[in-house]
């Protein structure tokens, strides 16, 4: 079901992390490639505005709501018909993730770098933005949660979220997003929700829409009636290949937090850990999508048998076993042998995992060693499935190796930093022939007499 990859005897000091990641198991996932159907999408809904945002839904949702922006009453009804103890769960995730996230606001700060010279360093939250919400082979009221709070913890003004109408909803629902996502909206205070998927959600948030218009002529004209979308400044949040190629497309026009691929665990264990605990983390990644990856990286022999065995055992048995199958069993998902822990630390920094778990004797001391992860779960009581829900933490993080070079959600990519410089008459005439000397040196002596004409009266 799940492959072996042997790298035991393997010299993976000689290997820089650009060619042990050639060498680890990762999904055919290639943002570029959605472009050449992306592009006219995002083309046509700049161009034709909330139709072609109603076309695109009814070609690859099989559903067109009656209205794109969702009722308030449609949004209360969802909240009331939750089940009780689903609220109480939203509740408390949206609790401990204020918690968190309000603790990550950086705080302005002044720096005196001369006397009557000082620069100081302000934080100031993105007007508007958009927040996508995830509706396919699953249902994401966290991923709301998710998004929402740390743009609410941020103090941004203006929130909007977009998630594909249903089309299995009955009732008052049909064709608006699924009620549980609704309902998770209304808890948090969001009134501007759409019933708009994929790539066309990127585009509307980006260009705006509005609908049919009526030109001088009396001619309907497209995309020049009433706005039902005002365009956002910033767009978040997780989706399939063609939202992530949608954000690639459009950066730009608008702020993107990142390009999210299939979501990956990497399990980093030794004999200690329980090959029951480590099937079943990596059986729910595996059930998110046929693409999802699931990777164990371990020296013992033991354990990859016992969770191989565990695994047999279990996925017969989960509800989504099919998915679960195709994704364990892809290129993607493998069972990693190296010689000892050391070399597996090395192996989880290069892969760069989105969620990584450490199931090792020493746990909390390996986690502070890792310099590549979305997440990291530290021991035997913390999975990844704590972190999707009700750990506190943010779980729209970097996947497909970018951890490496970007983070996950949280108030920061919120934030606009703004530096603040105030000097007297005084500092300026101490620091001034310095800058004008670095103005000569660049050959760019207009800079030089911007002070002289403040320090000197004139120029030279």
């Not at 730009?252 to 990142?258: K, L, N, P, Q």
């Amino acid at each position: 079901m799940i492959s072996r990859l042997d790298l035991r005897g393997t010299a993976l000091s000689d290997l820089d992390n650009r060619r042990l990641r050639e060498v680890l198991p990762r999904a055919d996932f290639d943002v570029a490639d959605a472009l050449e159907v992306v592009l006219p999408i995002c083309h046509a809904v700049r161009g034709r505005g909330a139709a072609a945002v109603r076309e695109f839904g009814e070609r690859f949702d099989g559903v067109v709501p009656d209205r794109l922006r969702v009722p308030a009453e449609v949004s209360a009804a969802a909240l009331e018909s939750l089940d009780p103890q689903v609220r109480a769960a939203l509740e408390e995730s949206i609790r401990r993730a204020r918690l968190v996230h309000a603790d990550q606001m950086p705080a302005e700060h002044v720096t005196d770098v001369a006397p009557g010279g000082r620069v100081g360093q302000r934080w100031i939250p993105v007007e508007r933005v958009g927040l996508y919400v995830p509706g396919g082979l699953a249902v994401y009221p966290s991923s709301v949660v998710m998004n929402v709070v740390p743009a609410q913890e941020a103090g941004v003004r203006s929130l909007a979220v977009a998630s594909p109408p249903q089309r299995d909803n009955t009732g008052v629902f049909t064709g608006y997003p699924h009620p549980t996502v609704l309902a998770a909206c209304e808890l948090l205070g969001v009134d501007e929700v759409y019933a708009v998927g994929g790539a066309q959600a990127v585009a509307m948030f980006a260009y705006g829409a509005r609908e049919p218009g009526v030109g001088a002529d009396g001619a309907t004209l497209d995309n020049a009636g009433e706005v039902v979308c005002e365009p956002v400044d910033l767009v978040t949040g997780p989706g399939n290949v063609y939202v992530a190629s949608a954000k690639r497309a459009l950066r730009g026009v608008i702020g993107i937090d990142a390009e999210a691929g299939p979501t990956e665990i990497a399990v980093l264990a030794d004999d200690s850990a329980d090959p029951q605990h480590v099937a079943a983390d990596l059986i729910s990644q595996a059930e998110h999508d046929t693409l999802a990856a699931s990777v164990l990286v371990t020296d013992s022999v033991a354990l990859a048998e016992g969770v191989e065995t565990a695994l047999a055992e279990r996925v017969a048995l989960t509800k989504h076993h099919e998915r679960v199958t195709a994704a364990l069993s892809g290129r993607q998902s493998a069972i990693v042998l190296v010689d000892d822990l050391d070399a597996g630390q090395r192996v989880v920094d290069a892969y760069g995992a989105e969620h990584l778990e450490i199931q090792t004797r020493d746990a909390a001391q390996r986690a502070r060693a890792v310099r590549n992860a979305g997440a990291i779960f530290v021991g035997a009581s913390t999975p990844v499935s704590l972190g999707d829900y009700s750990a506190g933490s943010n779980h729209v993080l970097p996947t497909s190796g970018t951890a490496a070079f970007s983070s996950g959600l949280s108030v920061h990519a919120f934030l606009r930093s703004v530096q603040v410089i105030d000097y007297t008459a005084e500092a300026l005439a101490a620091v001034g022939p310095g800058v004008v000397a670095l103005s000569h040196a660049e050959d760019l002596p207009a800079h030089g007499e911007a002070i002289l004409a403040r320090t000197e009266g004139g120029t030279r």
